[in-house]
């Protein structure tokens, strides 16, 4: 009899059930009245996802300064992110130049200035363009 059809709640089960609906009553119509109220929190798990993997991870860097190392990279990765920025991109063009770039103005490295100077370059390059046009 594994199938044998649909079963049926008893009074009791029917009535606890029911009562446990009418107890959160209250708390869906918040969601009647605000439909941008999401039922879900998926964004905030998604934003804590890396996080919560990487814990395990953080254990294993080896020592203090590896630590605030990978602090320091995670940092700028989460930045590129806000920002638009591919982290690959940044690092990639930031290993390049960090060496000979001079020391007095390496805030011109940080992720939100090397993207206004790529955004300028780049409206040169178009101005340069047109005029040559």
Same mark, same amino acid.
């Given at each position: 009899?594994?199938?044998?059809?649909?079963t049926?709640?008893?009074p009791?089960k029917?009535?606890?059930?029911?009562n446990y609906?009418?107890?959160?009553a209250?708390?869906?119509?918040?969601?009647?009245?605000?439909?941008?109220a999401?039922?879900?929190?998926?964004?905030?798990?998604r934003? @804590?996802? !890396?996080? #919560?993997i990487?814990?395990?991870?953080?254990m294993?860097?080896g /020592?203090?300064?590896?630590? +605030?190392a990978s602090a320091?990279?995670?940092?700028l990765?989460?930045?590129?992110?806000?920002?638009? @920025?591919? !982290?690959? #991109?940044?690092l990639?063009?930031?290993?390049r130049?960090?060496m /000979?770039?001079p020391?007095? +103005?390496?805030?011109e490295?940080l992720?939100?200035r090397?993207?206004a100077?790529?955004?300028?370059?780049?409206?040169k390059?178009?101005?340069?363009?047109?005029?040559?046009?």
């Amino acid at each position: 009899m594994c199938c044998a059809g649909p079963t049926r709640l008893g009074p009791d089960k029917f009535h606890q059930a029911l009562n446990y609906y009418l107890s959160l009553a209250p708390h869906f119509e918040n969601y009647l009245n605000h439909p941008d109220a999401r039922l879900d929190n998926n964004v905030a798990e998604r934003a @804590i996802r !890396p996080l #919560t993997i990487g814990r395990k991870n953080w254990m294993f860097v080896g /020592s203090e300064n590896g630590g +605030r190392a990978s602090a320091v990279l995670l940092s700028l990765v989460q930045t590129c992110r806000n920002l638009g @920025i591919n !982290p690959q #991109t940044y690092l990639e063009d930031v290993l390049r130049r960090i060496m /000979s770039h001079p020391a007095r +103005r390496i805030r011109e490295l940080l992720p939100d200035r090397w993207l206004a100077a790529k955004q300028e370059d780049a409206a040169k390059q178009s101005a340069d363009q047109d005029g040559v046009s």
